[in-house]
C-alpha cells in the first residue's frame, strides 16, 4: 500500500478542518493560526497565535480530548505580550519542547526594532518564566530540541538579512544557561532557482528524536506572480550532532491545496508549529496555520515520513 494520498501528499488532512476559526472565540477576534502543541495533563493543548483587530497578537490556550474535536478554549492560560520583553507589537508562532515536567516556548515576539527569537517556559500554561529575548531582529521561526548536547541547550532559528542576494537560512546556536547564545551555523540552506523551496526557508514543529536522527519539518517558500506560496518539506539531523543534514526531500510532501488554505488572510499558505507523537508510536498530528487565518490538523505516518526521506 502506498504511504501517500491521491494528491501525493503523506500527510492526510483532517476531515473535520479547519479545527478552530475566530468564530469559536468568546470575543471579536480576526484570526487564530500556527499553534504550537504539547500534551497536558492527558489532553492535547494547543498555543496559538491570536490576531486581534487591533492587529497585534498574543498565545492562547485550546484543549481537546483527542487531539481533533471538541475544543475549549481556556481564557485562563496563555502568554501575553509584554512590552519589558521587546514584544510590544505582539507574539507569533510559539514552538513548544518538553522536557520533564517543563514546557519551553521558543515565539517570536514583534519589537520596535522587528521580529525576535523569545523564550517562556511553564508547567502549567498560567504561570510563566521568561527569558527574553535570545536573538537580535531579524530572526523569528525558532525551536529548541529536547536534549542537550555536550552540556548545551540548541536552538534551531532563522534570521533574515535583508538585501539583494540574501537566503534566509535555518541556523543552530548553542547555550550553557538558555540565555546567552553563541557557535552560530547554518544548518540547512535556502535553494535556489525554480525549486519549491527557493530563497526562504524556515523550522516548522520543534525537531522530532527518531531512531534515525532528529526529524525537522521545515517550510519553505516559492515566490510566483500571483505571490508567496508556502510548502513543507522533511530533513533529518544526526542524533548527536544536529548541525550534520543526513538527508534531505527533494519534494515537498504537504502544500495549500483545500480552500481554507488558498483563501485567507495570506494566500497559499500551510504553516505547522506543533506536532504530536501519539501513543501507539507511528501516529503524528501534525498542527498547522492554514493561510494565517484558522488552525488544521494533519496526520501522518512517522515510518512512512522516514522512508519518504529515504526514497528521496
Known amino acids: 500500500m502506498s504511504?501517500?494520498?491521491?494528491?501525493?501528499?503523506?500527510?492526510?488532512?483532517?476531515?473535520?478542518?479547519?479545527?478552530?476559526?475566530?468564530?469559536?472565540?468568546?470575543?471579536?477576534?480576526?484570526?487564530?493560526f500556527n499553534p504550537g502543541a504539547a500534551v497536558f495533563g492527558g489532553r492535547t493543548v494547543l498555543l496559538m497565535r491570536v490576531e486581534y483587530?487591533?492587529?497585534?497578537?498574543?498565545?492562547?490556550?485550546?484543549?481537546?480530548?483527542?487531539?481533533?474535536?471538541?475544543?475549549?478554549i481556556d481564557p485562563v492560560r496563555g502568554l501575553a505580550p509584554e512590552p519589558g520583553f521587546d514584544e510590544r507589537w505582539g507574539l507569533e508562532d510559539?514552538?513548544?519542547?518538553?522536557?520533564?515536567?517543563?514546557?519551553?516556548?521558543?515565539?517570536?515576539?514583534?519589537?520596535?526594532?522587528g521580529p525576535l527569537v523569545c523564550l517562556a517556559s511553564t508547567t502549567d500554561f498560567v504561570r510563566w518564566e521568561r527569558y527574553g529575548a535570545l536573538m537580535a531582529p531579524t530572526d523569528k521561526d525558532a525551536a529548541l530540541?529536547?536534549?542537550?548536547?555536550?552540556?548545551?541547550?540548541?536552538?534551531?532559528?532563522?534570521?533574515?538579512?535583508?538585501?539583494?542576494?540574501?537566503?534566509?537560512?535555518i541556523w543552530l546556536s548553542y547555550s550553557p544557561d538558555?540565555?546567552?547564545?553563541?557557535?552560530?551555523?547554518?544548518?540547512?540552506?535556502?535553494?535556489?532557482?525554480g525549486w519549491w523551496d527557493a530563497h526562504k526557508v524556515g523550522v516548522g514543529p520543534p525537531p522530532l528524536l527518531t531512531e534515525a536522527g532528529w526529524l525537522l519539518c521545515y517550510h519553505g517558500v516559492r515566490t510566483t506572480s500571483a505571490g508567496s506560496i508556502y510548502r513543507v518539506g522533511l530533513a533529518l539531523l544526526d542524533r548527536y550532532d544536529p548541525a550534520t543534514v543526513i538527508a534531505r526531500g527533494d519534494e515537498w510532501v504537504f502544500g495549500p491545496r483545500e480552500p481554507y488554505e488558498r483563501r485567507g488572510d495570506v494566500p497559499g499558505v500551510v504553516f505547522p508549529c506543533g506536532w504530536l507523537l501519539r501513543d501507539d508510536g507511528d501516529t503524528l498530528h501534525v498542527y498547522y496555520g492554514a493561510a494565517d487565518s484558522s488552525v488544521c490538523v494533519a496526520e501522518a505516518s512517522l515510518s512512512a515520513l522516514l522512508r519518504s526521506l529515504r526514497d528521496g
Not at 504511504?3 to 472565540?25: C, H, M, Q
Not at 497578537?57 to 471538541?70: I, M, N, P, Q, R
Not at 510559539?94 to 526594532?113: F, K, M
Open 145 to 169: 530540541f529536547g536534549v542537550r548536547f555536550g552540556g548545551r541547550w540548541a536552538l534551531l532559528h532563522r534570521p533574515a538579512p535583508s538585501g539583494p542576494g540574501y537566503d534566509a537560512n
Open 94 to 113: 510559539p514552538r513548544i519542547t518538553q522536557v520533564g515536567d517543563r514546557y519551553y516556548v521558543a515565539y517570536t515576539g514583534y519589537s520596535a526594532g
Open 3 to 32: 504511504d501517500r494520498t491521491d494528491s501525493g501528499e503523506v500527510l492526510r488532512r483532517f476531515g473535520g478542518n479547519p479545527i478552530l476559526t475566530a468564530k469559536d472565540f468568546p470575543v471579536m477576534v480576526n484570526a487564530v
Open 53 to 72: 483587530r487591533t492587529g497585534l497578537s498574543a498565545l492562547v490556550v485550546a484543549t481537546s480530548e483527542d487531539g481533533l474535536t471538541g475544543w475549549e
Open 178 to 193: 538558555l540565555r546567552h547564545w553563541g557557535d552560530p551555523g547554518i544548518v540547512l540552506t535556502a535553494r535556489h532557482g
